[in-house]
């Protein structure tokens, strides 16, 4: 028996393609999510470009057949709209003229026809709703990656002998039969599976305090090449700051892409802004022209051709974290850089007057080919995956992109820790020899013992 997919507005808005998702089934959208979707069509964001990416596709399905009826898909389901089932009973209490109800009444009007009945929504309350009238829901598993715990963090705890760990120290490499892990329960070894551009701790099977610092080259067990380097008079201070502090300083002919995910306060926006001004004032080797900061933020990305003012003006308050980082970055003394916020100032306002640094907004970057420039992605997690794609596949010759991002803290609301853009880029590119992650512990806050201690209870 073929099983009824009745898909909900939030799931054709993230995924437009959605209705080609459930095989050789039924898939049904109910008339109220094409009123829904109509709602959006003139939107210039993401959501409105999705909604009229589904009028194209039911309408191109609309001059093959009767949509009422059912018209047949390329893998073999079959499309269907419904209309309301208004005469369908639902709890006294629940109005239905909310369209959330509307459509429960769809599912509930198929199930009592005798259709295995199926509500996809990433709505909670919906399904919790469906459950109580007897409708099986589920979310929309497509573009998800795996909860926060299984996925990848880039760095792996592993063993290996005194003697291996003098030849690491002395050669500055080993091979991959000469560590080891652990099983869960510390019963037996086992030899770890290693992804390109993992980084290591190799830990003394005798000594676990006795440690070195490596990576994987996707061949052999190799040491940091930049472990020594302080760029732009910055030190890393645990090893979640070495790590992406390598990751950082390669060149991008190597190194195009860095993923940087971790709580605040581990340094993530601090470090890439330091090696990039490192890169281009310091070094002056030329690699990049300047550096480009984009943070993205759910109503200005929609709403920014509407905002009075310049495209910096309407940008500058969400840049204010970018500002307080350069703040430090340009004045390491401690005890004279606040003595004088215009003198301060002044400093920070140079980098953006003499365009070393320049902001611009993410719906800007569509569209465009970024040549021999540092971009840095600052709160990632509050793309969708469209959006990071788009921002990638931007990259030019000799331009470096990072993502950095706390995948526990998501503002988006169609987004969550599963499908968000920054996790999304990090499952997909996980393994590409162009690209290296490195995931922070609570414990690598480095902001202030406050900090510390609030990422770590709460």
Not at 383 to 409: F, H, S, Y
Request: hydrophobic fraction near 40%.
């Amino acid at each position: 028996m073929k099983k009824t997919f009745v898909l909900d507005t939030n799931v054709l808005l993230q995924t437009p393609f959605a209705v080609y998702s459930f095989g050789d089934n039924i898939i049904v959208i109910p008339e109220v999510v094409l009123e829904e979707l109509d709602k959006f069509k003139k939107d210039n964001s993401e959501l409105g470009a999705n909604a009229r990416h589904v009028a194209r596709i039911v309408d191109g399905l609309r001059t093959k057949g009767n949509l009422n009826e059912g018209v047949e898909l390329d893998n073999g389901g079959i499309l269907r709209i419904e209309m309301n089932y208004n005469n369908v009973a639902l709890p006294s209490t629940w109005d239905t003229g909310n369209n959330d109800n509307r459509i429960l009444q769809v599912c509930k009007g198929l199930l009592d026809k005798g259709e295995s009945v199926f509500l996809v929504t990433k709505d909670i309350f919906e399904r919790i709703k469906a459950d109580i009238i007897g409708v099986i829901a589920q979310d929309f598993f497509a573009e998800q990656v795996p909860g926060f715990d299984e996925q990848y963090k880039g760095r792996l705890d592993v063993y290996t002998t005194d003697d291996k760990l003098s030849e690491f120290f002395s050669n500055g490499k080993i091979g991959v039969g000469d560590i080891f892990s652990f099983s869960s329960d510390y019963s037996k070894k086992e030899s770890p599976v290693l992804t390109a551009n993992q980084f290591l701790i190799i830990h003394s099977c005798n000594n676990d305090k006795q440690t070195a610092l490596g990576r994987f080259n996707g061949k052999d067990i190799v040491s940091l090449k930049f472990l020594q380097e302080h760029p732009f008079g910055v030190t890393p201070r645990n090893a979640g700051q070495k790590f992406m502090q390598e990751a950082l300083m390669i060149d991008a002919d190597k190194a195009p892409l860095v993923i940087v995910k971790g709580p605040a306060g581990t340094a993530k926006t601090f470090y890439s802004l330091a090696v990039g001004l490192h890169k281009i004032m310091i070094e002056q080797s030329r690699l990049y022209r300047k550096i480009l900061v984009c943070r993205p933020n759910v109503k200005l990305d929609e709403d920014i051709g509407f905002l009075p003012g310049s495209e910096q003006e309407k940008i500058a308050p969400f840049l204010r974290p970018v500002v307080d980082n350069l703040e430090v970055l340009i004045d390491n003394d401690e005890n004279e850089r606040y003595k004088s916020e215009k003198e301060l100032k002044d400093k920070v306002d140079e980098l953006f007057d003499r365009k070393i640094i320049n902001t611009e907004a993410i719906a800007f970057i569509r569209g465009r080919s970024i040549v021999k420039q540092w971009v840095i992605i600052d709160e990632a997690q509050n793309l969708t995956p469209k959006q990071v794609k788009g921002i990638i596949t931007r990259a030019g010759i000799g331009t470096k992109i990072i993502l950095i991002g706390d995948p526990e803290q998501i503002d988006h609301p169609f987004l969550d820790i599963r499908t968000n853009g920054l996790c999304y880029a990090s499952e997909k590119m996980k393994g590409s020899p162009l690209c290296f992650q490195i995931t922070l512990t609570d414990e690598e806050c480095e902001r202030s013992e406050l900090a510390y201690e609030s990422a770590k209870r709460m």
